[in-house]
């Protein structure tokens, strides 16, 4: 089932399906390793609808809320 | 011969060009913009070569100015060769930057930095497969313990003199045929601008606006629409994101070539991230770091300042001024040698400890896990995480944190974030703090002085980005490995920070004391009094501390000295109440920034959006210090 990111509870890994918004966000998301077909790991949620910390690959990101939700994911 | 360092962020680029640089490293700015490179005359062997430091970047987008920059300068082909940083243990990531540098078809070898780091996390590299892949050199590195370094500058100078391509790095046939089919078409566009043909079609195929503004024929930009839009289709996602997903996976290709991991583990720092960036023990964590940093900074710092203020007091101005005939010249020595003082006693002492401070804390690379914890609170106001970085260097210095503002992207973002910064007590207003009220009210209402500051700038933050909404992109950082910092790259960075006190602020603090006793000298100040006292009658002062107000923003460190003078007494609260002492202070911490920062909010920010920033900061100060008044007439 595809989701978008920011609505994963925490501590999953998906699959990346695709990503959504503008030309800056798509080569922002896709230059930090976010690209279709990844799968990444959510491994710390901000409190307070605060950020995500993702793994993904061998690096970790942190993330806002508003871009996550650009992110189309599958569980 | 220049040797250009690129690399993506935290790859130990800086380490490396530290390392090596010398003293005379120059900061500059590209023409006409904010991103910066750092260069500096090295020897390697026996010659003298210049080495050049780009920005971080993760790719080479036209978007974001660093990287553009980055790739505009290394396309003029002025750089001898470019040494391409990667941190070792994130191989797979970083050869997506190394196949962009390849496409650019300027000669570059590769730097494995971090070979500890990659070897603890259990990834074994063949670097003569790498070499292989790549068809360019590879040198290992450890920059942070001087590792490899030589025999990289020696490899670089080296392979700078050779004319010796660097391998194609192909995409899959789909790509491939896009590419090839494009090319024909833009030969003419290519030489014309002397690019390389490869090149110019990926990047059009990649919807590079750059790129796009260069095509000058209707034709050719349909073709470029029809090849995207085939790319599009078959991937369905668009085509920047299918070629940049191939880039990521050729990238994963070679890597799975060239390296082998033999065991993956929980590393150190993950271990310590559990800790550190815990819902509730990171937040325990966060407060005890800055306690304990802004504790010994004050500590060692007050230790500092008053042997040095003495010295000057006692020692140099009395010896300088045997010299110096009576009257005009006076004025002007003893002002000059107050500015002096005042720089290396009242502001030095506190900013080099914050500044080494932080330093570290970058280094080690817990600011941007400040920035993960904070960014829920900063998107209250309407900011996000990683404008905490120059809040928190504004408490050492305005200068050095305004020009920390450029971190961030959005120039909304900028103005809020400098606009706040400018209000928060630096250094030389956390004395006025400690020294007026910390000793004539208290410990605890000095702290109450800054958790009101606190509270007040969210609210004009909340305010101001409530009055420019923009839908902020939302903050996206790369949480790095924790590192032991080195030495040398700690005092580097401070050195670079404290030099943009010393060349942008301190020429002029020296100025303001001059004009400052100079007013004095010919008596101008009852003059000015009489010319405020509007104001000091609304905040209830007394009329003689005007001109101290005034010229305040001269030496914001001086307000206190001035004010000592004004008075006529160092025993304040003989002459004011605890009020009037509070709401002079609250005045000072919010009111306009010192014309050094203005200085520099001019240059970051222009003519027109540092005119409100002050305003809003004069605007602030005065309803705070009326709001103290008030407050103290209720008590």
Redesign the interface.
């Known amino acids: 089932m595809t989701k978008r990111l920011s609505d994963i509870a925490k501590e999953r890994s998906v699959e990346i399906k695709?990503?959504e918004g503008g030309?800056?966000?798509?080569?922002?998301?896709?230059?930090?390793?976010l690209?279709?077909?990844?799968r990444v790991t959510i491994e710390?949620t901000?409190?307070?609808?605060?950020?995500f910390?993702l793994k993904v690959?061998?690096?970790?990101?942190?993330?806002?809320?508003?871009?996550a939700r650009n992110i189309i994911v599958e569980e | 011969m220049i040797i250009t360092l690129a690399g993506q962020p935290n790859s130990g680029k800086s380490t490396i060009f530290n390392d090596v640089a010398g003293y005379k490293t120059i900061t500059a700015n590209f023409p006409g913009k904010t991103v910066e490179y750092t260069e500096s005359k090295i020897r390697i062997g026996k010659e003298i070569h210049t080495l050049t430091d780009l920005p971080g970047t993760y790719s080479l987008t036209s978007l974001d100015p660093a990287e553009l920059e980055t790739r505009t300068y290394l396309l003029k082909g002025i750089s001898g060769i470019t040494v391409n940083v990667i941190d070792a243990s994130l191989l797979a990531r970083s050869i997506e930057l190394t196949i962009q540098l390849s496409e650019l078809d300027v000669p570059y070898l590769v730097c494995l930095n971090m070979m500890d780091e990659a070897k603890k996390k259990g990834v074994i590299i063949d670097k003569e497969a790498l070499s292989e892949e790549l068809g360019v050199s590879v040198v290992e590195t450890v920059a942070n313990k001087g590792i490899g370094i030589t025999d990289l500058l020696q490899t670089a100078v080296r392979d700078g003199k050779k004319t010796k391509k660097s391998a194609t790095i192909t995409y899959s046939k789909q790509v491939e045929d896009a590419i090839s089919a494009l090319i024909p078409s833009i030969r003419s566009l290519a030489a014309r601008h002397s690019l390389p043909e490869r090149l110019v079609a990926i990047k059009l195929l990649e919807n590079d606006e750059y790129f796009d503004s260069l095509i000058n024929s209707d034709s050719l930009l349909e073709e470029v629409y029809a090849l995207r839009k085939k790319l599009e289709d078959s991937y369905g996602h668009p085509s920047d994101i299918v070629i940049s997903s191939e880039r990521h996976a050729e990238a994963l290709n070679i890597f799975e070539r060239v390296a082998v991991v033999t065991h993956a583990k929980n590393t150190t720092t993950e271990k310590i991230d559990n800790f550190l960036m815990h819902p509730f023990y990171g937040y325990v964590a966060l407060v005890i770091v800055l306690v304990a940093l802004f504790n010994i900074v004050f500590r060692l710092g007050s230790m500092i300042e008053s042997p040095i203020l003495d010295f000057f007091s006692t020692g140099v101005q009395p010896f300088i001024l045997e010299f110096v005939p009576e009257g005009f010249a006076t004025t002007i020595v003893s002002g000059t040698v107050d500015g002096i003082a005042g720089g290396i006693g009242i502001v030095l002492p506190f900013l080099v400890p914050f500044l080494i401070g932080l330093s570290i804390l970058e280094d080690v690379g817990y600011l941007p896990r400040i920035a993960f914890l904070l960014d829920s609170f900063l998107h209250k106001i309407g900011l996000h995480g990683k404008s905490i970085i120059p809040l928190i260097l504004g408490y050492g210095c305005s200068v050095p944190a305004i020009m920390g503002a450029r971190i961030l992207e959005s120039r909304r973002d900028r103005f809020i974030v400098i606009t706040l910064t400018s209000m928060i007590p630096c250094a030389a207003r956390i004395t006025v703090i400690l020294a007026l009220v910390g000793i004539y009210l208290g410990a605890n209402w000095a702290l109450g002085v800054f958790i009101i500051n606190i509270v007040v700038l969210a609210i004009v933050g909340y305010i101001l980005s409530k009055l420019m909404p923009e839908m902020a992109a939302g903050m996206m950082l790369e949480i790095p490995k924790y590192h032991m910092p080195s030495v040398k790259s700690v005092l580097n960075k401070t050195w670079f920070r404290i030099k943009e006190f010393i060349i942008v602020a301190w020429p002029i603090i020296i100025l303001g004391s001059i004009t400052l006793s100079f007013l004095n000298y010919y008596n101008i100040d009852s003059y000015l009094n009489t010319a405020i006292s509007p104001l000091t009658l609304l905040l209830g002062l007394p009329t003689v501390i005007g001109v101290t107000l005034v010229f305040g923003v001269l030496r914001k460190e001086l307000a206190m000295l001035m004010l000592f003078q004004a008075l006529g007494t160092e025993n304040v609260i003989s002459i004011m109440s605890k009020t009037q002492i509070l709401t002079f202070t609250m005045f000072i911490v919010f009111y306009i920034p010192c014309v050094a920062t203005i200085g520099v909010m001019l240059k970051e920010i222009g003519r027109r959006d540092t005119f409100f920033a002050v305003l809003i900061g004069t605007v602030v100060a005065i309803i705070m210090a009326i709001l103290v008044r008030i407050g103290g007439m209720l008590l």
């Open positions: 695709g990503i030309l800056g966000i798509r080569q922002r998301l896709c230059e930090l390793g690209h279709p077909g990844e710390k901000g409190i307070l609808g605060g950020p910390m690959g061998d690096h970790h990101i942190a993330i806002g809320r508003g871009l």
